[in-house]
């Protein structure tokens, strides 16, 4: 009687029958304990978690590396027009508004990094 595990394994272009023993009953079968189909299934599983958990990371990473981007691009033509725009309004309002001044604090700090 034929005691080893019934799975085939799959090496470069042939394969094979397990050449453990078959301990463990499951689908009408005799699996060793690498190759039992519920083990199996459960290390693909948690290899999966594990891999969608890194992807979600880098893709966070990619996003944000994106976005930095895009400010990169935009931030300055932003922070010219904003300027641009306040020029105009201390130009034609005499007493400059509280919201005006901290704008122009905020500005100052951003021209300098």
């Known amino acids: 009687m034929n ?6 394994v799959f090496a470069d272009w042939h394969s094979y029958q397990c050449s453990r023993k078959g301990i463990h009953h499951e689908n009408g079968k005799k699996y060793c304990g690498t ?3 519920s083990r199996v299934v459960a290390r693909q599983e948690k290899k999966r978690k594990k891999w969608d958990k890194e992807w979600d990371a ?14 990169g691009e935009i931030g300055p033509k ?16 005499e007493g400059s508004s509280d919201l005006a001044k901290e704008l ?6 951003a021209e300098v990094i």
């Not at 880098?58 to 400010?71: F, G, N, P, R, S």
């Not at 932003?78 to 309002?93: G, I, M, N, P, T």
């Not at 122009?104 to 700090?109: F, S």
């Open 3 to 8: 005691d080893r595990c019934d799975a085939r």
């Open 35 to 37: 190759h039992l189909p």
């Open 58 to 71: 880098k893709k966070a990473v990619w996003a944000q590396e994106k976005k930095d981007q895009k400010w």
């Open 78 to 93: 932003l922070l010219k027009v904003c300027k641009s725009a306040l020029d105009e309004h201390e130009r034609f309002d």
């Open 104 to 109: 122009r604090t905020i500005i100052d700090k």
